[in-house]
């Protein structure tokens, strides 16, 4: 392939397929959005747009996806440009890590395309997509970080660095959960500074910007930008708490669900486990009002004494609760994964009809197709990267590290989730397939017929 007849030079072929290869994602890309221009958008998307012509008013969702919807509507092609991006920075990312760890090209091109085909086949991620969400922004700008992050065994670079800080402030300030899928790229980056860098000056400085993006994100969602107000904390683990409240109830057969007003009598079991169910404390919610129980009446103090009480009384049932939102929100349960996709826009203020809603509603029935199916669960895209990584841990020792971290953020992040996630949407976990795609597509690359042969 690079012999001396070859009509391009090693470099130039190696250019020449990654120029392809980024040309094919952005095709697929554009695909991906005229489909569903100018994007599909449910309550949570349509609350962004609002912030961000109107202001950030809430904390409850954090408003760095309203800043990128303000600045993306100054761009050509908004609202849907978003879609397009997201899709592209999200696939770009993983198939420019590749070219940067990989010396040989074949390797680099297995990598590249064992990870955009498990981002195509993965309902989760690629139902995600179509949509105004936080989620596939979030994976897309951790996707950014460890590529210009991580590269060749050695002294990272200055301008990586800082454009990786970038984009892991982003990423953090998309979501409050972010932070375990990003500690571990963090701490190898840590090591690799501390290790390569010659000068303490130059370690503690590259240190500082690599933990910057941690207070950056925690200012995003404390003062609101453009005037610096300071908002209100959120209170969206109120949520979470009468969820849980109503599944140990379900589950031990003891309430201390408390009064709501208007209501003389506590919430009997029987009516717990009626209403309960473990996808989606939004379906408890409805179950509970259309017994003429009021959650919203409900203060956020006497959510936690409940919660406290319940979890504290009944650990076991706590524990068996939170594997069923587990395991419904991998794919694990009977049935189709819950709310793969938003399906359409809501009806809004803002003008947004859908353009084709013939190709929508045929790209939505593909994505739920694919979910029928077990073999691309995200269970499966977990278990098989990690699978693939002990295959071939010993095989590469410059990788063991970035493979290792890639495995604690994919792991770290759907773990966090099994104690705080309020639903089992499969959207959620979209940042750990993307970790679990990338450690998937390194380790593949790794494997004997794509490494070159040892002299």
Request: with cysteine.
């Amino acid at each position: 392939m690079t012999g001396a007849n070859s009509p391009l030079p090693a470099w130039g072929l190696r250019a020449l397929a990654l120029g392809l290869i980024l040309c094919a994602a952005a095709v697929a890309s554009a695909i991906l959005a005229g489909s569903v221009w100018p994007g599909l958008m449910s309550f949570d998307s349509l609350l962004a747009f609002s912030e961000s012509t109107r202001g950030i008013t809430t904390v409850a969702w954090p408003p760095m996806h309203a800043y990128l919807i303000s600045l993306a509507g100054r761009l050509p092609f908004a609202p849907g440009n978003i879609i397009f991006l997201q899709t592209f920075l999200l696939c770009a990312a993983g198939v420019f890590l590749a070219f940067r760890i990989f010396r040989t090209t074949l390797q680099a091109v297995a990598a590249s395309g064992v990870y955009l085909v498990l981002l195509a086949l993965s309902p989760s991620v690629s139902g995600s997509l179509a949509v105004h969400w936080r989620d596939p922004l979030t994976a897309a700008f951790f996707c950014l970080a460890v590529a210009f992050w991580v590269g060749p065994p050695g002294r990272p670079s200055w301008p990586s660095l800082l454009l990786g800080a970038l984009a892991a402030s982003i990423c953090l300030a998309l979501r409050y959960n972010a932070f375990p899928v990003l500690v571990p790229i963090t701490f190898l980056m840590a090591f690799r500074v501390w290790r390569f860098e010659r000068s303490n000056f130059a370690r503690f400085a590259a240190l500082l910007v690599l933990l910057v993006p941690y207070p950056l994100a925690v200012a995003s969602v404390t003062w609101r930008l453009p005037d610096f107000q300071r908002m209100p904390p959120a209170s969206s683990l109120s949520t979470t708490r009468l969820f849980d409240i109503v599944g140990v109830g379900a589950c031990s057969g003891r309430s201390v669900l408390p009064i709501a007003a208007g209501t003389d009598a506590p919430v009997p079991v029987a009516g717990l486990r009626k209403v309960y169910a473990p996808t989606h404390v939004n379906i408890v919610v409805s179950g509970l009002e259309a017994r003429g129980y009021s959650p919203q009446t409900l203060s956020g103090k006497a959510l936690r004494a409940a919660w406290f009480d319940a979890v504290s009384h009944d650990p076991g049932c706590f524990l068996s609760h939170r594997r069923l939102v587990l395991l419904a929100q991998i794919g694990v349960l009977k049935g189709d994964p819950f709310y793969v996709m938003h399906s359409q826009i809501d009806p809004n203020d803002f003008g947004f009809r859908l353009a084709r809603p013939d190709k929508a509603a045929a790209y939505v029935a593909v994505v739920n197709r694919q979910a029928q199916a077990y073999w691309n669960r995200p269970v499966v895209l977990l278990l098989l990267s990690l699978v693939l990584m002990a295959v071939t841990f010993r095989a590469a020792p410059e990788r063991r590290l970035l493979k290792l971290a890639l495995a604690l953020g994919a792991t770290g992040f759907t773990g966090l989730l099994f104690l705080v996630s309020p639903a089992a949407d499969a959207r959620y976990i979209v940042p750990a397939l993307a970790a679990a795609a990338l450690l998937a597509a390194i380790s593949t690359a790794d494997l004997r017929p794509f490494r070159p042969r040892e002299d």
